[in-house]
């Protein structure tokens, strides 16, 4: 039996290359960013409860401090909701950019 050889071109091997490159930036980019999210709302929380422990007993120290910490509760959800729909996107476009 003979070998039968396909030629793909080079312009078709640039398109793949650029696809290729395009998804690792998006799977970089994106991880990035969640991770800046993440640890910037882990810190207002933080914030927040030391500015909860600094309040000595006022009330408007408490309940600014108790916003702070609600707020960076509700951010730590929202980076995790926005990871989660990242990772389901991932798996039923099955694109791969999730490794």
Request: glycine share 16%; aromatic share 12%.
């Amino acid at each position: 039996m003979g070998s039968f050889n396909v030629n793909i071109g080079t312009e078709a091997k640039s398109r793949i290359a650029i696809n290729e490159s395009l998804g690792v930036f998006v799977q970089k980019s994106f991880g990035a960013i969640l991770l800046v999210a993440g640890l910037s709302t882990f810190l207002y929380l933080v914030y927040g409860g030391v500015q909860w422990i600094m309040s000595g007993g006022d009330k408007g120290k408490l309940e600014e401090a108790k916003g702070k910490i609600t707020n960076g509760i509700i951010g730590l959800t929202i980076v995790a909701s926005a990871w989660a729909v990242y990772l389901l996107i991932d798996y039923f476009l099955g694109i791969g950019l999730a490794k």
